[in-house]
């Protein structure tokens, strides 16, 4: 007779997974062993898999890697499971019930281990903007066993007072290693998240941007880099040598064959245009059929833009026709050396002029049908080539009309480009648009929501997808996926982590403008009587940015989710308990029981269970009395929990018939509340008789 399963209360041991997979594939080079304890281990014979994969292995020849001391330990530190959770947070969410978004105050290594299992595979893009190692402190220590104030005090930076000793400078001789240290786990752990389409992008500056690259060739996999782009922020006219006002973003693929094979085309609508086709359908309200003096208009207008404008790039775009604005194209054969034939011209039916490089379609059976379709515009006569028009609004048979869905509801589909690597936007238009929202400057170098929206839109290709930044900081990942929504419609939940790093402990070391900054946070929240770290401002720019963009939006199919979950990283909700049994010869219930800590709720054993199942961290939940017992449903009766210490049989055969009327796949319970071994077994077998389908679980 068996018992009910008990649920892995910790996170996922990467290792034993990787060994699993290596022994379905190569049974033979995996072994079983006990251990001392008696529990049972597997052992790889690396001799037998070289040999197994002998035409692809490097047998002794040396490879390019990147190398540094602590290396093998960060590997090691991204593998290795951990015993924690994440405890709910009502009071500090918005929205908890209904929103999709999530909020982790925590490390961010462990954050990552305990969301794994509940987002493997299903995150289409990820934003970091880690530290960039310019000399000052790094907050991401490593030291599972101990908190942050206690690791930095054994690793020698911070006295018995908890006051910091040194900063990771250039002086120091792991300046490089420990950044490196810190990022690698937390890199490889993001690679576990990227849904097979999807994308990371990662902010850096000079300082670490040659180790990241390597870095990253080395996680990600070198065929999967994208591209480099270099972010101009603006000139620094005190520079000695040259202006350094750039930084970085590096975007890799999960797989950038899988996105070859979905035929993946990145594109955006060119800046100005959709100002431009608003100014053309006021026009032709107003001019009715009259193409001519709608012309005239669209020029003043265009003249009258300032320099600035986005729209006054696209002036070309003045002539106007029943499909909009457009402008003359080239119509030749892109490098030279293209068709020649005969284009006769309809009033002096003689053949128009070839244009040097030869016509840009193949054959004249293509030319035709261009004319036909009203692409190809001639001129008054035959001495010069035919005009080919670009509409600001493709239409069928122009050259990129392919990249362009038409029947996107009814939002006209615009002028589109490929963006390049190289972009402008000064550093001070994010450092006013917060100074705006929060009041006061509270943020030193935010990024720029705008620009990170039009990156997101352009990576995410229309599709929508999860969004996540494990190094949310000033919370801009959150305010960027808000404004992408309420731009296009599209639905992008984000999962944001932030250490809850102390200002007071930032406002030491901090000079000039940056002390008056942490000065500025301080003093706020100080006034709404809330924690003095950096993750209690995220969640403050989070929500006025939430807000802010639900009052000034625009129609569209977006669901208006600006809300979070918030959770924390803390110590499991259980605590061991070994019992001991009367005398030598009296069965005891378990040799090992697990009991609530008293400080916590049912709410924080649900998410518990959440992260045990690998269940989604939004899924909605209901709370509902069941012979006579509370019993939590999750995502419309997917799983039912109950966590009552005392579980009699009228409530294990209602749970039983609720799950199968319901299809649930699993109903999880605590172990203490069956009393004994017999009660667990009389449960399984009420669960394997009334409702097969269903897997009572114990925690």
Not at 84 to 91: C, D, G, M
Not at 131 to 152: A, C, K, W
Not at 342 to 352: E, S
Request: hydrophobic residues 40%; glycine residues 8%; charged residues 30%.
């Amino acid at each position: 007779m068996t018992k009910p399963d008990k649920l892995e209360l910790q996170s996922a041991d990467v290792t034993r997974k990787n060994v699993e997979a290596l022994a379905a594939l190569f049974p033979h080079i995996v072994t079983e062993d006990r251990a001392e304890d008696g529990t049972l281990v597997h052992a790889v014979d690396f001799e037998a898999l070289r040999q197994e994969l002998s035409d692809y292995v490097a047998d002794g020849k040396e490879v390019y890697q990147i190398d540094w001391p602590g290396k093998l330990a960060a590997e090691f530190a991204s593998n290795a499971p951990i015993s924690k959770t994440l405890r709910p947070n009502r009071a500090d969410s918005v929205d908890f019930d209904t929103t999709q978004n999530l909020f982790v105050e925590g490390d961010n290594l462990e954050a990552l281990k305990l969301l794994q299992e509940s987002y493997l595979g299903k995150v289409r893009l990820i934003y970091i903007d880690p530290p960039y190692n310019t000399g000052g402190d790094l907050v991401y220590r490593d030291d599972f066993s101990s908190s942050t104030q206690e690791f930095l005090w054994k690793s020698g930076q911070i006295n018995d007072a908890g006051e910091k000793l040194r900063s990771n400078t250039e002086a120091n001789g792991r300046f490089h290693s420990d950044w490196l240290s810190m990022i690698y786990p937390r890199l490889r752990l993001a690679k576990r998240f990227l849904a097979q389409d999807g994308v990371i992008m990662v902010s850096i500056d000079d300082a670490e941007q040659a180790s990241l690259r390597r870095l990253m060739d080395e996680v990600f996999g070198e065929q999967n880099f994208i591209a480099q782009l270099v972010w101009e922020k603006g000139r620094k006219n005190d520079a000695k040598l040259f202006s350094i006002g750039h930084e970085y973003v590096m975007v890799y693929a999960k797989s950038k064959s899988a996105l070859k094979e979905l035929k993946t085309v990145w594109r955006e609508e060119k800046p100005g245009a959709r100002e431009i086709w608003d100014e053309y359908v006021r026009l032709r309200g107003l001019h009715g059929d009259d193409d001519a003096a709608i012309e005239g208009d669209l020029s003043a207008w265009f003249s009258a833009l300032p320099r600035t404008d986005p729209s006054k790039k696209w002036a070309r775009y003045k002539r106007v026709d029943a499909n909009g604005p457009w402008r003359d194209d080239n119509i030749s054969w892109p490098g030279g050396g293209g068709p020649r034939y005969d284009v006769i011209h309809p009033v002096t039916g003689q053949p128009c002029k070839v244009p040097e490089r030869g016509w840009i379609w193949p054959d004249p059976e293509t030319m035709k049908e261009k004319i036909r379709l009203g692409i190809v515009v001639f001129r008054d006569d035959h001495t010069e080539p035919p005009l080919r028009k670009s509409h600001l609004r493709p239409v069928a048979g122009e050259e990129d009309a392919e990249d362009y869905d038409q029947s996107v509801g009814d939002e006209v589909e615009l002028a589109v480009q490929v963006r390049g690597t190289y972009f402008y936007r000064q550093s001070q238009t994010s450092v006013k648009h917060l100074r705006a929202l929060m009041g006061v400057q509270v943020f030193n170098n935010p990024k720029d929501h705008d620009v990170l929206s039009r990156l997101f839109e352009y990576v995410l290709g229309g599709k929508g997808g999860i969004v996540m930044d494990f190094f949310a900081g000033s919370g801009t990942t959150a305010e960027a996926a808000f404004d992408l929504c309420a731009r296009t419609g599209l639905n992008c939940p984000v999962i944001l982590v932030q250490l809850p790093e102390l200002l007071e402990d930032n406002l030491k070391s901090a000079t000039g403008s940056a002390k008056t900054t942490i000065q500025n946070a301080i003093k706020l929240l100080q006034q709404l009587d809330k924690p003095l770290n950096i993750a209690e401002l995220t969640k403050i720019r989070i929500q006025k940015a939430g807000a802010q963009i639900l009052a000034n939006r625009k129609p569209s199919d977006w669901n208006g989710d600006v809300g979070f979950r918030a959770f924390a990283v803390d110590t499991s909700n259980f605590t061991d308990v070994t019992t001991t049994p009367d005398g030598a010869d009296q069965e005891t219930m378990f040799d090992l029981v697990e009991s609530i800590k008293s400080d916590r709720t049912g709410l924080d054993v649900l998410f518990e269970t959440f992260i045990a199942s690998g269940l989604d961290l939004s899924a909605p939940i209901g709370l509902e009395t069941i012979e006579g017992h509370q019993v939590y449903s999750v995502d419309d009766g997917f799983l039912l929990a109950c966590f009552d210490d005392q579980l009699d049989d009228e409530l294990i055969r209602a749970l039983a018939q609720r799950a199968a009327a319901d299809a649930t796949q699993r109903v999880v319970v605590k172990d203490t509340g069956f009393g004994s071994d017999d009660a667990a077994i009389n449960a399984h077998q009420v669960f394997e008789q009334l409702s097969p389908d269903t897997t009572l679980k114990v925690i």
